[in-house]
């Protein structure tokens, strides 16, 4: 079954803005990661939050973490065109086979220039 | 540094036959993971494969499913026997060797199965 569920499943902004997307998730996680999809092409690898972890930057992007809530969230500052594309969560379950992620359905975000 | 390789990229198939997707994956990497992916949907895992082993493939169909990852060569996931359902983007991952514990997915381009 679908782990990660992303909220939206669309967003669209203007260039400069920013784009927060939110991820729930139902059972105890070892990490949960944040993927990007541009359209007919593979998932690229954005950033890992640990469990024990609350925040994590890089570069543009901030991923907030709240077990306690079993949800994340994904901010892309100063939002670009090329940003768009698709943004999924994926959790890593405790308990799970190394490499298996559970990944949602996805945020479609769109950054009109 | 060639990345998680794929082939083919697009491949139509008719009800009965037999598709073939390979994928090499990253150089120094030995673990190896088959996903699917629907129309607007997330991944789904099926298969988790080291050189010569099936690791876990509980996310695989039992029947008219199956994969491979040789000694030598690139890993196979074989489907017989298509049907329209099965229709999807096939993605290959890998992972490094024991010893890396980030936990990242490296993956390919895809393989997108059109069954007519």
């Known amino acids: 079954s679908q782990q990660g569920e992303e909220d939206p499943q669309a967003l669209s902004i203007q260039e400069g803005e920013n784009a927060t997307m939110n991820c729930s998730y139902k059972?105890?996680?070892?990490?949960l990661q944040w993927y990007r999809q541009n359209s007919g092409r593979g998932l690229v690898h954005l950033i890992l939050?640990?469990?024990?972890?609350r925040e994590k930057h890089s570069g543009r992007l901030r991923v907030t973490l709240d077990t306690s809530k079993k949800s994340s969230s994904l901010l892309i500052t100063a939002s670009r065109a090329a940003d768009t594309a698709s943004y999924f969560c994926?959790?890593?379950?405790?308990?799970?086979?190394?490499?298996?992620?559970?990944f949602g359905r996805g945020t479609q975000l769109t950054v009109w220039p | 540094n060639a990345g998680v390789m794929q082939n083919p990229r697009h491949l139509v198939r008719r009800r009965g036959q037999e598709a073939r997707l390979r994928c090499s994956p990253m150089k120094g990497h030995s673990h190896v993971y088959w996903y699917r992916q629907l129309p607007e949907e997330g991944l789904k895992f099926m298969v988790y494969l080291q050189k010569e082993n099936i690791i876990d493939e509980s996310g695989m169909p039992k029947e008219r499913f199956s994969a491979e990852f040789p000694k030598e060569g690139p890993s196979i996931l074989r489907i017989q026997q298509v049907v329209r359902g099965d229709s999807a983007a096939y993605f290959c991952?890998?992972?490094?060797?024991?010893?890396?514990?980030?936990?990242?997915?490296?993956f390919g381009e895809g393989s997108r199965l059109t069954v007519l």
């Open positions: 939050i640990r469990s024990n972890e």
């Open positions: 994926a959790t890593d379950r405790v308990g799970s086979t190394l490499g298996r992620l559970y």
């Open positions: 991952a890998s992972s490094p060797a024991a010893g890396s514990d980030t936990g990242e997915l490296f």
């Open positions: 059972t105890s996680i070892n990490n």
